[in-house]
């Protein structure tokens, strides 16, 4: 309304408001991007984490109970 009322291009001004949006919503898509691997760390770390370790771990801990038992 005001670029009307001044008598300025109105495409002109759709062009930068536009280029605004875009490089807002870019800003907020990094900030996400960013949040992200912070996010998934837990659930993968709860969920791989004793997996690994019983693949690890297991054969070791029946071997040790074999030689304790007899």
């Known amino acids: 309304m005001q670029s009307d009322r001044l ?22 898509v990094e900030e996400r991007a960013m ?7 837990a659930p993968t770390v709860l969920c791989t984490l004793p997996a690994l370790l019983l693949v690890v771990l297991g054969p070791t801990v029946a ?6 038992g007899g």
Not at 10 to 28: F, K, N
Not at 35 to 41: A, F, G, M, S
Not at 63 to 68: A, P, Q
């Open 35 to 41: 949040r992200l691997p912070v996010t998934i760390l």
């Open 7 to 28: 008598g300025a291009p109105v495409a002109d001004t759709l062009l930068s408001q536009a280029e605004e949006l875009r490089t807002a919503r870019r800003l907020t």
């Open 63 to 68: 071997s040790i109970t074999d030689t304790i």
